[in-house]
């Protein structure tokens, strides 16, 4: 893969670059201060490094970056590129970044729109860059593997020995779980044997079960039971309306009847709920 084309526009010092790369091997050189680094920034934000306004160029509104690699292997990135809507490549790969001091930023692939994502995870295997604070694949084991097995044209030994591992990863986690299972299932059994054992030693009669079972529905229930009576509890007598206080206020106006006019106290006895609500007051 070949970096053909950089251009660069309105980024940090720099105005307007366009910069055609020859084949074979390149070296920038100059004084500190020259803009070296800057083409260094500009290849790190087409690789999907995050920027922001502050690199825009003084008087400018926005900056870009594009670039146009060459190569003739695109098999692998055109099929990521159809599964996230982009444009194939065929014998040239066009990247290009902008940002704007409005705080758009905007990132290209084949002029398709694209996620900073697409282009990060593009530009890792496009591009590797070494420096004393960058990132080094060389120290990835990962990468360091990759080249040995290259180095060994080891291939496609390589693949059929991960088909092969993934296989018994597999089945090892099956063997497992079959594992947990039976044990699961064991202990159940014992649980269900200890239960048995227990209602036979118990040796209940039909009317001791009887009882058993429904002292267990009064168990059960005794949260609900509990909640219930204190409902009653408080509507009979804690409560601003309680029953036992609306009996209680009603009591002493009968009594107030009585005293102004006798021939209540009969009609009062004769009331339904005086010989049970009344009187049991009084008591």
Known sequence: MLLQLLRIKNLALVEDLEWEIAP?????????????SIIIGALQLLLGERGDKSLVRTGAEMCTVEAIFQGNDFA?????FEESGIEPCDNDLILKRSLSLSGTN?????????TLANLKELGDDLVDLHG???HQSLLSPDRQLDL?????????AREKFAKI???LRALEAEHAALNTAETAREQEL??????????????LSAEEEAQIESRYRLASNSRRLIEIASTVAT???????????QLGETQKLLRELEKLDPAMATAANNWPLSSNGFRSLKR
């Open 148 to 156: 040995l097995d290259a180095f060994a044209a080891a291939g496609d």
């Open 76 to 80: 692998k990135w055109n099929a990521r």
């Open 24 to 36: 074979g091997f390149t070296a920038i050189t100059g004084e500190t201060g020259a803009g070296k």
């Open 190 to 203: 014992d649980l269900l044997r200890h239960q048995v054992n227990e209602v036979a030693s118990a040796t």
């Open 165 to 167: 591992f993934q296989q």
């Open 235 to 245: 509507k009979l007598s804690e409560a601003d309306d309680a029953i036992l206080s």
């Open 106 to 114: 905007r990132q290209f692939i084949n002029g398709s729109p694209t």
């Open 132 to 134: 004393p604070h960058d």
